[in-house]
């Protein structure tokens, strides 16, 4: 069982910056590749980015593309998310996924693994 815990979270105003942090545990790191969703109030949940077991594939929603970078540092265990130019439209419930499988994952159900969630809100 692989157990996710998001931080770095919280609130800031249009055009900040926040980086988000998720480091598993429970099983080695590497063997995941990991991605990042978000949930509006009202909205269903949402791909925002992945990255492949070892980083040399990464993806992003067009909503996001130029803005976030996700990232991960596999001897700290840790994978990121580097969120830039932030519009209130990117207030959500951000959720860190884990799949024990490389290849791009864009759908909710591709991710065997998830986080609680960290909210992130955006002011005008």
């Known amino acids: 069982q692989v157990q996710l815990v998001e931080s770095g979270g919280g609130s800031v105003q249009a055009g900040g910056s926040l980086r988000l942090s998720c480091a598993p545990s429970g099983r080695t790191f590497s063997n995941y590749a990991m991605g990042w969703f978000r949930q509006a109030p009202g909205k269903e949940r949402e791909f925002v980015a992945y990255i492949s077991r070892i980083g040399w594939n990464r993806y992003y929603a067009d909503s996001v593309k130029g803005r976030f970078t996700i990232s991960r540092d596999n001897a700290k265990m840790t994978v990121y998310l580097q969120m830039s130019s932030l519009k209130p439209e990117d207030t959500a419930i951000y959720y860190c996924?884990?799949?024990?499988?490389?290849?791009?994952?864009?759908?909710?159900?591709?991710?065997?693994?998830w986080g609680q969630g960290t909210q992130v809100t955006v002011s005008s």
């Open positions: 996924a884990a799949v024990n499988a490389d290849g791009a994952r864009f759908l909710i159900s591709d991710y065997d693994y």
